[in-house]
T-cell receptor, first 115, second 113 residues
């Protein structure tokens, strides 16, 4: 049973337009959400995060929105650039106790930004 | 500052062979993690270590063992490799001062024939 779901395996957008990547979760205990970006043959790199006490967090071209009632978050990239082409993973934390702070990842969305 | 390093980068094993994947971090992080990435499955947690001397099972621990040798190093062992363990393996450590952010290594691509 996937607790974090990214239902779109792929997304293509034109350079300069907005990219919107979506993520849904089922466990209401999750209280922290992160987005990671992954290029081929590299490890995932942290992009942006949001705590459940907020509904929006912005960092440059990247904004994450959280809708707790819908158990949904989205990542907006404006404007999209060809270098943004990568796999984007949504991750959630908050259900584990202790200091290890485990994350649960979605299956990823391949974003392609067309020049 | 190398961050998180993993060796080897690539490995091909025959069914039944054993091997150890090495991971080291130089950021003085307490918690470390091993994940596997399979197509359409995202990253799944195999084992984790909250601190030196402790290890715990994640979502998919069967067929694997781990050792937290010291604060820097966290190794993953496959005692008898199976084709189902063909995957890309990532090691990560938790960033100090952040509630959940993890820093990932470059990965090991393992093929079991």
């Amino acid at each position: 049973d996937q607790q974090v779901k990214q239902n779109s395996p792929s997304l293509s957008v034109q350079e300069g337009r907005i990219s919107i990547l979506n993520c849904d979760y089922t466990n209401s205990m999750f209280d922290y959400f992160l987005w990671y970006k992954k290029y081929p043959a590299e490890g995932p790199t942290f992009l942006i995060s949001i705590s459940s006490i907020k509904d929006k967090n912005e960092d440059g071209r990247f904004t994450v929105f959280l809708n707790k009632s819908a158990k949904h978050l989205s990542l907006h990239i404006v404007p999209s650039q060809p270098g943004d082409s990568a796999v984007y993973f949504c991750a959630a934390g908050g259900v584990s106790s202790g200091s290890a702070r485990q994350l649960t990842f979605g299956s990823g969305t391949q974003l392609t930004v067309l020049p | 500052n190398a961050g998180v390093t993993q060796t080897p980068k690539f490995q091909v094993l025959k069914t039944g062979q054993s091997m150890t994947l090495q991971c080291a971090q130089d950021m003085n992080h307490n918690s470390m993690y091993w994940y596997r990435q399979d197509p359409g499955m995202g990253l799944r947690l195999i084992y984790y270590s909250a601190s030196e001397g402790t290890t715990d099972k994640g979502e998919v621990p069967n067929g694997y063992n781990v050792s937290r040798l010291n604060k820097r190093e966290f190794s993953l062992r496959l005692e008898s490799a199976a084709p189902s363990q063909t995957s890309v393996y990532f090691c990560a450590s938790k960033v100090a001062g952040s509630p959940y952010e993890q820093y990932f290594g470059p990965g090991t691509r393992l093929t079991v024939t």
